[in-house]
């Protein structure tokens, strides 16, 4: 897949689950930079879900879910975890498959837009960390450069779209 194919599922996917197409690009860029089989296992993410059920429908062993659901998927990186939360079935590595992956990445920062209204870097942070955690100077706790970043490539983005 090309990277303007890409920038078009970041375009149809915003306007599918009403979030800022130059967001979810500023995302794909910051967790995968466009690379759609990127992975990364994370051994200490905590929020796995109905591994026994998932592992039996799955016809793996209880190890392997919880393990593939500790893993990140694609070009926004996904959480297993949080996909199986969002209701996904499927195949963990299915998650690789750009439009499965983006579907489920687009719905969670959806969800996360309805949980932090209009604080787009709260939804950032969470998309990130689980959830935002400010210090008393309003910086985030654990991953304020994380946001920053994003927010580089968002004003880039707009720059290039209004020039």
Do not use: W
């Amino acid at each position: 897949m090309t990277k303007d194919e890409i920038i078009t599922m970041c375009k149809d996917y915003g306007e599918r689950f009403g979030l800022r197409p130059v967001l979810i690009q500023a995302i794909v860029e910051t967790e995968s930079n466009y690379e759609t089989r990127a992975m990364r296992y994370e051994p200490g993410y905590r929020y796995t879900t109905q591994v026994n059920v998932l592992a039996q429908a799955m016809r793996v062993t209880p190890e392997t879910e919880e393990a593939l659901q500790k893993f990140s998927y694609g070009l926004m990186q996904i959480m297993g975890g949080v996909a199986r939360e969002l209701g996904f079935t499927g195949y963990l590595p299915d998650l690789l498959i750009p439009q499965i992956g983006m579907g489920y990445a687009c719905k969670h920062l959806k969800n996360l837009t309805e949980r932090y209204g209009s604080s787009e870097r709260a939804v950032v942070a969470s998309y990130n960390a689980g959830s935002p955690i400010y210090k008393p100077d309003g910086v985030l706790f654990a991953n304020q450069q994380y946001v920053d970043k994003v927010y580089s490539i968002v004003r880039r983005l707009e720059n290039v779209i209004t020039n």
